[in-house]
Nanobody
Framework: VQLQASGGGLVQAGGSLSLSCAASGNIFSISYMGWYRQAPGKKRELVATITSGGSTNYADSVKGRFTISRANAKTTLYLQMNSLKPEDTAVYYC?????????WGKGTLVTVSS
């Protein structure tokens, strides 16, 4: 499975940004996908995940502001980010998990200015 994230950029606090992650390869083996982020000097953390059945899970810090979704056939993963805060500044990574493997895309930088 190969993952390619895109959509990062610079946005003012309160603004919105949408991230995409294109998946290719053996996508039918994917059991769940998710977005993670890593801020400077901090550990990588979960942002949101979505299972193959469509169940979602969000970090408390983004609940009500971010929405994870997935295109049919698991080809593309999205993250709609609204009401962005400076503390959302990080490199965002997409992840895909199968029964025995984890796959990570290269990150995309999101910078939220105050």
């Amino acid at each position: 499975v190969q993952l390619q994230a895109s959509g990062g950029g610079l946005v003012q606090a309160g603004g919105s940004l949408s991230l995409s992650c294109a998946a290719s390869g053996n996508i039918f083996s994917i059991s769940y996908m998710g977005w993670y982020r890593q801020a400077p000097g901090k550990k990588r953390e979960l942002v949101a995940t979505i299972t193959s059945g469509g169940s979602t899970n969000y970090a408390d810090s983004v609940k009500g502001r971010f929405t994870i979704s997935r295109a049919n056939a698991k080809t593309t993963l999205y993250l709609q980010m609204n009401s962005l805060k400076p503390e959302d500044t990080a490199v965002y990574y997409c992840r895909a998990a199968t029964s025995g493997m984890d796959y990570w895309g290269k990150g995309t930088l999101v910078t939220v200015s105050s």
